[in-house]
């Protein structure tokens, strides 16, 4: 049996020429766009700190954002799969990145922290032990080479 392929296409957009083009460092913006098919544009530029626009989204902050949604579906498949009832989701996921001496950089580690309402409090222990499974089968943290760290938290609310 072989293996099903996936392919995603979408089109980065350089918006930030200012007139000059790249004839030097600080002549021309960082910002773009990112677009797939008839799907709502996403502005994106660099971190500040590399005189982006701080009102868009920078490349690391979707790396981690791409982390912490795959995480959540297959998190959310596994459940409803083992009868885990989830009510809410929402996770503050935080990366650390770390620059290296040519100018580059890396990220060093990824924590993902859920906050996760179940519908009864006996699902915490089997909610919990899920998070492992999750990882190993979101696509996204299977094609990092640093650690995704999950550190939830859980809620109950009785679905009546």
Not at 124 to 136: C, F, G, R, T, V
Not at 139 to 144: H, L
Not at 149 to 154: G, I, S, T, V
Request: proline share 4%.
């Amino acid at each position: 049996m072989s293996n099903k392929q996936h392919t995603y296409a979408l089109t980065v957009t350089w918006t930030g020429n200012k007139g000059l083009g790249t004839g030097g460092y600080t002549v021309y913006n960082r910002d773009h766009i990112i677009q797939a098919g008839d799907k709502i544009t996403i502005p994106g530029s660099s971190d500040p700190a590399f005189r982006g626009d701080i009102s868009r989204y920078n490349p690391e902050e979707l790396l981690v954002a791409s982390l912490s949604s795959c995480h959540m579906l297959w998190y959310l498949h596994l459940c409803a799969e083992a009868g885990v009832v989830v009510t809410a989701y929402e996770d503050k996921a935080t990366g650390i990145m770390e620059e290296t001496a040519n100018g580059g950089g890396h990220f060093t580690e990824v924590t993902l922290h859920p906050v996760i309402t179940v519908a009864e409090a006996a699902m915490i222990p089997l909610a919990d032990s899920l998070h492992q499974k999750a990882n190993e089968l979101c696509f996204i943290a299977n094609s990092c080479k640093f650690p995704v760290h999950h550190q939830a938290q859980y809620h109950t609310y009785e679905v009546k």
